[in-house]
């Protein structure tokens, strides 16, 4: 089946800038999705990008998509300690099937 | 606020009791999921459901059943509950718009003594 990989831990310094790597299976995803997960909360979705995409901005995150590498990241200028969470990385390939996650980040931001 | 309500939120119970989880959702959305999220693990899709009495597998459906009578509640079924199926169960509705997103709930812990 296809397959979502994520490292599973990063450490940042607040102010600093968190990047999340995610890689992906699927050549024919059509969207790819973050999540955030802070304790004992369900997943928030942040934000997503469509496949014919290579980059979207909301604020203090930055989406970058390489299609051809099938490599999504997901980058967080003027990390906070608020920002610390797990942050999961989704895609699905048509409107009909489930979203496949990968087993998320845990990003610790350190004052 | 997508409007979905887990109950249970905590459970505790023994090995080979049944066990019954409830999603509730207040919009309407014709795609209700039920996930497990364990550490290690991630999020794995157990069951889902397209509509009303419309339900398929997922990649952990072993020992789950689910059932939807009704568009705003989707039953996820433990028919004898084991110790490996200690876990934090969410349940998510999918988006109406193109994108497909999924919101999820609060999600219900449960363990199994």
């Known amino acids: 089946g296809e397959d979502v990989e994520q490292s599973l831990f990063l450490s940042v310094r607040e102010g600093d800038s968190s990047v999340i790597n995610c890689t992906y299976t699927?050549?024919?995803?059509?969207?790819l999705y973050w999540y955030k997960q802070e304790p004992g909360a369900g997943l928030q979705l942040l934000t997503y990008?469509?496949?014919?995409?290579d980059m979207k901005q909301d604020q203090r995150l930055t989406v970058l998509l390489n299609k051809k590498d099938k490599h999504l990241s997901l980058r967080i200028a003027d990390t906070q300690t608020g920002d610390s969470a797990i942050y999961f990385c989704?895609?699905?390939?048509?409107?009909?099937?489930?979203?496949?996650f990968g087993k998320g980040t845990r990003l610790s931001v350190i004052a | 606020d997508a409007g979905i309500t887990q109950s249970p939120r905590h459970k505790v119970t023994e090995t080979g009791t049944p066990v019954t989880l409830r999603c509730h959702q207040t919009?309407?959305?014709?795609?209700m999921y039920w996930y497990r999220q364990d550490p290690g693990h991630g999020l794995r899709l157990i069951h889902y459901?397209?509509?009303?009495?419309?339900?398929d597998k997922g990649e952990v459906s072993d020992g789950y059943s689910v059932s939807r009578s009704k568009t705003e509640d989707f039953l996820l079924t433990l028919e004898s509950a084991t110790s490996s199926q200690t876990s934090v169960y969410f349940c998510?509705?999918?988006?109406?718009?193109?994108?497909?997103?999924?919101?999820f709930g609060e999600g219900s812990r449960l363990t199994v003594l």
């Open positions: 989704a895609e699905i390939s048509s409107g009909n099937t489930p979203l496949v």
């Open positions: 699927d050549s024919s995803s059509t969207y």
């Open positions: 990008i469509f496949s014919n995409m």
């Open positions: 919009e309407n959305h014709r795609y």
């Open positions: 459901s397209y509509g009303v009495k419309d339900t």
């Open positions: 998510a509705i999918k988006g109406q718009g193109d994108a497909g997103e999924l919101f």
